[in-house]
């Protein structure tokens, strides 16, 4: 009867889907006294609503119920759950493990289960998930606003308060390009990577007034939470998404392409060098071509050979250089 009328704090349209699998997984582990199976019913929902909803994984039990799987889902479904709380839930979901699949698995229990590094940029396949991920949203303005966030984020290196900040008086098209004009703590002004200059353009000169914000233009608050509710709710996300890593892939971009530094600073809101330091480990080596034109133009630096420079006039015993 326990298991019969559980009903968790989920949509609907979610429950529907994996209330089946998840009494019958708990019946299978056939628990002793009701409080126990309320437990048990809470966790393993919590945990088979991410693997379907979030992981985009089958809801077959030698999947979901997999070591590996169970331990991502520890360290990337839980946000804010306490760390004794999380370990609490690895240990009864590695139990229902046991329980369920037939044979020995390989147990896989990292000492600690952290979030994806901030500074981690997404890969191309990952950033090309994204877009799909945008697309396949259920109605037209989740598909705009989902597409709007990467724009924002991906495109031009926004933060995620200033993506709540971003009106479509804000943007600027000229012959140069797509630029934001950023508000917030680092007003500055910021080139729209091309491939998202468009959707910038297209999405700007839709709003019918220019104080319209750009991401959910109906919204009546402009806190953070308004993101990731909206992350949150969204359906088939084929990964943790996070405005810091969105953010950090645009960094990363230009740093891969030799943007120029003071450039690059001026146009993320950075004001050292060291708060660019986090990325440079995801910049990839320079190849042998490249390494060569580097060492040609350090050498021309450093042996005054720039045009203009003031030691390509003679040295100090007359000779020129």
Known sequence: MTIERFRPDMPAEVWSVIEAPVRTWVAECDTQGMRETRRLLGIVAQHVRWCWETAGLPLDKSVVFRHQVVAEFIGKGLPGV??????????????????????????YRPPHLPDSDPACPYTASEVTLLRYWAAGQATDARRVNATVLLALSLGAGLSTNE?????????????????????????????VLAEWEETVTTIARAAWRPDLYLFRPT????????????????????????????????????????????????????T?????????????????????????????RFTGEIEGHPDTESDRGGRSR
């Open 82 to 107: 306490k760390p004794a709380t999380r370990g609490s839930y690895r240990s009864t979901l590695m139990k229902v493990a046991d329980l369920l699949l037939e044979g020995a698995q390989v147990i």
């Open 219 to 270: 919204r009546q608050n402009i806190t953070a939470n308004s993101v990731y509710n909206f992350i949150h709710r969204s359906n088939s996300k084929p990964m943790t998404i996070s405005v810091q890593r969105l953010r950090a892939t645009w960094l990363v971009t230009h740093l891969s392409a030799d943007t120029p530094v003071r450039a690059l600073m001026a146009a993320s809101g950075i």
């Open 163 to 191: 993506v709540m900040l971003a009106r479509a008086g804000d943007v600027t098209v000229d012959d140069e390009g797509v630029f934001i004009a950023v508000q917030g703590d680092r007003p500055r002004l910021v080139p």
């Open 272 to 300: 050292t060098l060291k708060g660019l330091d986090r990325f440079m480990p995801f910049v990839p080596e320079a190849d042998q071509a490249d390494a060569a034109t580097s060492r040609a133009v350090l050498r021309r």
